[in-house]
């Protein structure tokens, strides 16, 4: 278990017990009349401590009726922000948020079955779910049953730590550099197309593309320089390209580029020239001008191979004829 992960935990469990001690304070103001002063002082604390937190909390009673709610709760909860009060049954709340921003529901449920589901989720005893609010706002909800029939419910906020597991993941699948598909997100990609192309009978390509006097640049203007190049490399690639196909850094000069649903054998060769045209123009930097080329071999789904790592070899042994013969060129496999 990871730090946060101990944070979240521990978080839950203060909630959990303040909550319990405002859902029992407000019981008490209810049912008797009689309130103990020093009782009184600690209960405030912790109702006004649970309105301090971060996080929403609600109580709701056995007959599902809401007892209390912070007011993080209400905010997170904005567009039902006036029915949150006191007596207010959680189907009343559902219905209201449902109605008021209904955006359509899943498996084409209507708005009537999309309530009747949270309500029944509601009543289905502990249960823990990820919530996207509009604002971007992700919320860890958890409700959590309790002996006298009622439930408390936390909506933990854990936006900053979901863009932190996004971020990691980006980096972990997307070259630092470039921002363009890492290898293994290639290699995933690689594998979409094969079951696309499957299952619709079309083709599609693998470019494998090291580029040509890339290390003099490096050798004459330093590896800053190198490094604008590349990035200037991966714009110039995409601008090649459909948003549907995909291109990927898989090495230091060496970029992977998936051309999917292919009709013509000739759409390859006019994309792959336009590539070559591309990268030959001279890259502008403030250490002077540099000029590379490409060499490009070409692999196609499924004539030359029928696995990803396949296609990937044989448009690399062909990328590599290129380079010890004319350069600055492409080449079919086969």
């Excluded at 390509?205 to 090291?210: E, L, Q, Y």
Aim: glycine content about 8%; aromatic content about 8%; proline content about 2%.
């Amino acid at each position: 278990m990871v730090v946060s992960d101990y944070i979240l935990t521990l978080t839950v469990i203060i909630l959990l017990a303040l909550s319990f001690g405002a859902g029992w304070y407000f019981a008490r103001r209810k049912f008797s009349r009689a309130h103990l002063p020093e009782d009184k002082k600690l209960i405030d604390f912790m109702i006004d401590s649970v309105d301090r937190l971060p996080d929403g909390v609600a109580r709701f009673d056995a007959e599902e009726r809401l007892v209390y709610c912070n007011s993080t709760y209400r905010d997170l909860n904005e567009i039902i922000a006036d029915l949150c009060v006191p007596g207010t049954s959680f189907e009343t709340l559902a219905r209201g948020k449902v109605t008021r921003d209904w955006q359509g529901g899943e498996k084409g449920m209507t708005q009537e079955e999309y309530i009747a589901e949270r309500v029944a989720t509601f009543r289905g005893g502990q249960r823990e779910w990820l919530e996207q609010y509009e604002d971007g706002t992700w919320v860890l909800a958890r409700d959590h049953p309790t002996d006298d029939g009622g439930r408390v419910c936390l909506r933990l906020d854990i936006t900053e730590r979901k863009n932190a597991e996004d971020r990691v993941r980006h980096l972990a699948n997307h070259d630092p550099l470039t921002g363009l598909p890492s290898l293994n997100l290639a290699q995933e990609n690689l594998q979409i197309a094969i079951k696309m192309a499957d299952r619709h009978k079309w083709q599609f390509a693998v470019f494998f593309i090291d580029l040509d006097g890339f290390k003099s640049v490096n050798d004459s203007f330093g590896h800053q320089c190198g490094d604008k190049l590349l990035q200037q490399v991966a714009k110039r690639l995409t601008g090649c390209l459909r948003q549907s196909d995909t291109v990927a850094r898989i090495g230091g000069d060496e970029f992977l580029v998936i051309l999917n649903e292919i009709k013509l054998i000739t759409d390859c060769a006019d994309i792959a020239s336009k590539i070559i045209s591309e990268l030959s123009r001279p890259f502008i930097a403030e250490e002077g001008i540099a000029q590379i080329g490409a060499s490009l071999g070409i692999a196609i789904y499924p004539k030359d191979a029928q696995d990803a790592n396949a296609l990937i070899k044989a448009a690399d042994k062909t990328m590599y004829e290129v380079k010890f013969s004319s350069k600055n060129a492409y080449r079919f496999a086969g």
